[in-house]
């Protein structure tokens, strides 16, 4: 092994570290609220349960069955004998798994453009809202990105660059693309494949696509993981295929409903803006990454062009889907971070384009002018409260002011505000003199200024506002061992989450019936105020959480046995979809 590619791993290996503790800065140890996968979650007590092959989310959801293979709850299954069944356990595997994408961009452009490159390509994809949000989710996506960003490189380097190591880098991407397949199904072995299939076409090396070594690769991936599904069919059968391996894969793609569930069904253009706000502020230069495109499209350099395909091409195809998850379009990030971290390196050229760095220019002249202006705001509301405007604010909107408000004498709002406004003075004073150096200065600090403080002080303040933790420990001291709490209605994972007891759904509420023990039940103010006035009256309070959403309060009851007479059995409505769905409602 010679010593540049020594070097390459070890500032790689830099990269990691740097970027998981940037990450483990974001509180890892939050409260869970109505976080993606926390329903998904309770697989790993269906695999302690012994269910290791296929889990369940039993007992959040009885007979239904994770809608993906279970490595990412594997993973977190080891983490909580652990470490304890705890926040940081479920996000550990997430977090590292970021931080490992963002060291194997900074490797794969270190090796194709340089370290400046591969710095920025890290730096840009680490600090955005969307991939470090995602990495502090209890849920598979992040892992799924970063096998398949190593597998990614690792095809590209097999076909493009280090031709003496193909034999080992393939078989490599063939393991990475199993272990993605393990992790989500058949989207391990085809995002790497359309983005390689997409590159080989642009460039018209489609031929590479017919190399045998290439498409045994692609073979030996599928391969690897038919034990499992056949382990899997054996257990679950035909329910198994037509849910895990068909409804949720295929169908999906073309229908947003399945099985009667509605499964994201947003229009095509969604994930435009999402891609936009959550790569900001990296997004606001996109503007001059495309100059540089149309002016170069005719020698933009491998490297550039593989980037750009490596984003179009995930983010057309989640596009094209009938149902379109927010989460989704996490592996098309390392492919756009590259395309800015290539697009400052070529800004450092001895003749870069001018017109590219004019644009490049004018965006940190914006920036910076928003970034004094939003600090100046921020300033005033700290000092003076809310202004009479955010009445007219989206009550999430304004739950964030108010949480900001309320930071006023905290040291992280005042280091915060200071970092801010730096920054903000770093790109405007880079933009006057043409520095770039300035305004990259500016530009990092501000997303990383930005980026901790949303996800390390305001989004863990906002989640013990709306986490029912504290409830659930209230409930667990007023519930006797071993009795169960069944939801009316649609269940809070958090609280089932927290719960040291069983909790599921109220399958038979029937105030006529005698109780062989007394029966403990949940339900939000809202569904509570849906009950006939019959069902009420069997109904003793026990204890009642703050308002932690739209829903209102939430109420632990007791049904007293021999009540009075009721109607026909009471069944909770069905969800619309578990988890994997959509965004919380909240």
Not at 343 to 372: E, N
Request: with cysteine.
């Amino acid at each position: 092994m010679n010593q540049s590619l020594i070097a390459g791993y070890a500032r790689a290996a830099a990269v990691f570290a740097g970027s998981l503790a940037f990450l483990l800065m974001l509180s890892p140890s939050a409260t869970f609220t109505k976080e993606l996968g926390v329903l998904e979650s309770s697989a790993v007590r269906d695999i302690f349960a012994g269910h290791v092959i296929l889990p369940s989310f039993a007992p959040y959801e009885p007979g239904s069955d994770i809608q993906a293979p279970p490595l990412s709850w594997w993973t977190d299954a080891v983490m909580v004998r652990m470490l304890g069944w705890n926040e940081l356990a479920f996000r550990l595997p997430e977090l590292v798994a970021s931080a490992a994408t963002c060291a194997l961009l900074f490797l794969w452009l270190a090796q194709v453009a340089g370290y400046r490159a591969g710095f920025w390509g890290a730096a840009s994809l680490l600090l955005c809202h969307y991939f470090a949000d995602a990495a502090r989710q209890p849920r598979m996506d992040a892992m799924l990105t970063m096998f398949t960003t190593a597998s990614i490189i690792c095809l590209e380097r097999a076909l493009f660059g280090a031709r003496e190591r193909r034999r080992r880098l393939l078989i490599s991407a063939a393991i990475l693309m199993a272990l993605g397949t393990m992790t989500k199904g058949p989207l391990g072995p085809l995002l790497p494949a359309l983005v390689l299939g997409s590159y080989c076409l642009v460039t018209r090396r489609w031929r590479e696509l017919l190399a045998l070594d290439l498409i045994a690769t692609f073979i030996g991936a599928m391969a690897l993981v038919i034990p499992w599904y056949v382990a899997a069919y054996r257990i679950g059968g035909e329910r198994f295929l037509q849910w895990q391996v068909y409804g949720v894969l295929f169908h999906r793609f073309a229908s947003a409903n399945i099985q009667g569930h509605l499964y994201c069904p947003n229009p095509v253009y969604y994930f435009l803006p999402i891609t936009l706000a959550g790569f900001f502020p990296w997004s606001l230069y996109l503007p001059a990454l495309g100059i540089r495109f149309w002016r170069q499209r005719g020698s933009l350099g491998a490297p550039a062009a593989f980037a750009m395909c490596w984003f179009a091409v995930i983010f057309l195809f989640f596009s094209s889907s009938a149902g379109k998850c927010f989460v989704y379009i996490l592996p098309a990030f390392p492919g756009l971070a590259a395309s800015i971290g290539l697009l400052i390196d070529h800004l450092f050229d001895r003749r870069p384009d001018a017109p590219v760095a004019r644009a490049f220019g004018a965006t940190s002249a914006m920036l910076g002018i928003g970034g004094l202006l939003v600090a100046a705001a921020m300033v005033m509301i700290l000092a003076t409260g809310l202004p009479a405007l955010s009445v007219h604010l989206h009550p999430r909107d304004r739950e964030y002011l108010e949480i900001f408000h309320s930071l006023a004498g905290h040291l992280s709002s005042a280091v915060f505000l200071t970092v801010w406004t730096v920054s903000a003075f770093l790109l405007l004073l880079g933009w006057w003199r043409a520095s770039l150096t300035l305004q990259l200065d500016g530009l990092i600090a501000l997303a990383a200024a930005g980026t901790a403080f949303w996800l390390g002080v305001m989004n863990p303040a906002l989640s013990h506002e709306q986490s029912l933790k504290g409830f659930a420990q209230e409930a667990d001291s007023l519930v006797p061992a071993g009795a169960e709490i069944d939801f009316i209605g649609q269940m809070d994972y958090d609280f089932a989450f927290y719960s040291a007891r069983p909790v599921g759904h109220a399958r038979n509420f029937d105030c006529r019936a005698l109780e062989r023990g007394q029966r403990y039940f949940m339900a939000s103010q809202e569904e509570y105020g849906k009950l006939d006035p019959p069902r009420i009256g069997c109904l003793d309070l026990i204890a009642k959480s703050k308002a932690v959403d739209r829903h209102g309060e939430r109420l632990l009851l007791t049904l007293h046995p021999g009540g009075t007479p009721a109607q026909a059995d009471f069944r909770a409505p069905t969800l619309s979809s578990p988890a994997e769905c959509c965004v919380p409602d909240e």
